[in-house]
């Protein structure tokens, strides 16, 4: 216990160190043992502050589920219809390419009480603000959310995994291609109920 106190070891510390681990050796190869290894302390230590290296897991997920909203908010503030959009994906994208294990954690799924005090919905608050300028009926709306989510995580998880790096034209020329296809499919979204 000396050891951990010594070292100011935080259950936040740990998932930092754990989000840091995930970016140099990838998220699924994180664990417990590995974090200790990296505050020097024996496993055993980290047991106060995280339960297993799934606990380690879901807090690396919630810490970057965290990070990227805070960036998603800051990109489309002040901003509408294709510049909220475009700020929205970039902003997604950017956090990826920085910090390609915590995107991957953001992508781990989580126990629907854990998500409902995370910052998962703030994410769905974000994109429901960039699509509150297409003027969208609600069941619309729904449908536009999660098309965004898929197109855009979609696009990133393939650029991540090499998927586009053997074609032209370059990858992020397609990325603006899609996120302005994304713009004209909204703008002419049909808005009325179907029943």
Not at 22 to 41: K, Y
Not at 80 to 101: I, K, Q, T, W
Not at 115 to 144: F, K
Request: charged share 20%.
């Amino acid at each position: 216990m000396w050891a951990v106190v010594r070292a100011g070891i935080t259950t936040e510390r740990v998932a930092l160190a754990g989000a840091e681990l995930a970016d140099e050796i990838g998220f699924d190869r994180v664990t417990v043992a590995e974090v200790a290894r990296r505050f020097g302390v024996k496993t055993a230590s980290l047991y106060s502050h995280v339960t297993s290296s799934a606990d380690l897991s879901q807090n690396i997920t919630l810490l970057a589920l965290e990070e990227m909203a805070d960036r998603a908010a800051d990109a489309v503030a002040g901003r509408s219809r294709l510049d909220a959009l475009a700020g929205l994906a970039n902003a997604y994208r950017d956090y990826a390419r920085e910090h390609p294990g915590r995107f991957a954690a953001t992508l781990a799924a989580l126990d629907p009480e854990i998500v409902a005090t995370s910052a998962g919905p703030r994410h769905a608050r974000l994109i429901e603000a960039v699509l509150h300028g297409y003027e969208l009926d609600r069941t619309a709306q729904v449908h536009a959310i999660r098309m965004l989510g898929s197109v855009v995580r979609g696009f990133i998880t393939l650029e991540m995994s090499g998927s586009f790096a053997h074609s032209e034209p370059d990858p992020g020329e397609s990325w603006t291609a899609t996120i302005e296809a994304l713009h004209a499919l909204l703008c002419s979204w049909p808005t009325a109920d179907v029943t």
